[in-house]
């Protein structure tokens, strides 16, 4: 983990190697294809890219992203900027996404801004750009930041 200072808080944030580790942990990650391009906590940014698979195709052959996929590309990548803030991935409360233009053979590039961390939700905005940098689909996230509640030893 990183210090950064936000404001006047100093907070221990996730690295982007954390953060990748954690990604590579999760087989539905790994099928993704993510890979942690950057991850600031002083601007509370963190950019990913997903390289283009034949799975991901809407039909096949047709070198087009699949809305899904795109959907789960920007879920994760909202939920480890705020994530990298907490030290630990979150789960997902809401989600939403607007499509502006087809992904066609490219990789995926998204870039994820923290818009609030708060004690109970952590809100997060996701741009999704082609390998060019034209705007694909934006998308918001809203993810519990309560600590998990303890486990019962019964």
């Given at each position: 983990m990183s210090?950064?200072?936000?404001?006047?808080?100093?907070?221990?944030?996730?690295?982007?190697?954390?953060?990748?580790?954690?990604?590579?942990?999760?087989?539905?990650?790994l099928f993704l294809s993510l890979t942690v391009v950057s991850a600031d906590p002083v601007k509370q940014e963190v950019t990913m890219r997903s390289a283009m698979r034949p799975e991901f195709e809407r039909r096949p052959g047709s070198k087009q992203w699949h809305g899904g996929v795109i959907a789960s590309v920007i879920d994760?990548?909202?939920?480890?900027?705020?994530?990298?803030?907490l030290g630990r991935g979150l789960p997902t409360v809401n989600f939403r996404v607007d499509y502006l233009k087809p992904a066609?053979?490219?990789?995926?590039?998204?870039?994820s801004r923290v818009r609030r961390a708060g004690k109970s939700v952590g809100v997060a905005d996701v741009d999704v750009f082609d390998e060019k940098g034209s705007l694909l689909a934006i998308g918001r996230g809203t993810y519990s930041t309560q600590d998990a509640p303890a486990r019962s030893t019964r």
């Open positions: 210090k950064a200072e936000v404001g006047k808080e100093e907070i221990t944030a996730l690295t982007a190697a954390e953060i990748q580790e954690m990604l590579d942990a999760s087989p539905f990650n994760t990548a909202g939920d480890f900027a705020v994530g990298m803030m066609v053979d490219t990789a995926l590039i998204a870039v």
